[in-house]
């Protein structure tokens, strides 16, 4: 299974960027994608999960401003995000968990992406 992120960027605080996730190699199952984040010197925390069936999950901190979508005939997963703030500054990772558990540990998901930086300035 291969997990390829793109679309992050520089933005200025209260604009828009939309994250992509493409993955490869997953032929059946209930699966499902989470997006994380880590900045630096903290820990990765998880933002949004979907899962096959569109159920959707959202950190505190970003309901009402990320949202999470997919297209399961195209593997591909996005994360919109709105009203950016300083704080959204992380390297963002889309991670596939093989059987969907509910869960935004970490730990628990099986397959991740590179990372894409997105910076959000004051």
Request: proline share 2%; aromatic share 12%.
């Amino acid at each position: 299974v291969q997990v390829v992120e793109s679309g992050g960027g520089l933005v200025q605080a209260g604009g828009s960027l939309r994250l992509t996730c493409t993955t490869s190699g997953i032929v059946y199952g209930d699966y499902a994608i989470g997006w994380f984040r880590q900045a630096p010197g903290k820990e990765r925390e998880g933002v949004a999960y979907i899962n096959t069936q569109g159920r959707t999950y959202y950190r505190d901190s970003v309901k009402g401003r990320f949202t999470i979508s997919s297209d399961n005939a195209k593997n591909t997963v996005w994360l919109q995000m709105n009203s950016l703030k300083p704080d959204d500054t992380a390297v963002y990772y889309c991670a596939v968990q093989m059987v969907a558990l509910w869960d935004m540990s970490p730990d628990e998901y099986d397959y991740w992406g590179q990372g894409t930086q997105v910076t959000v300035s004051s």
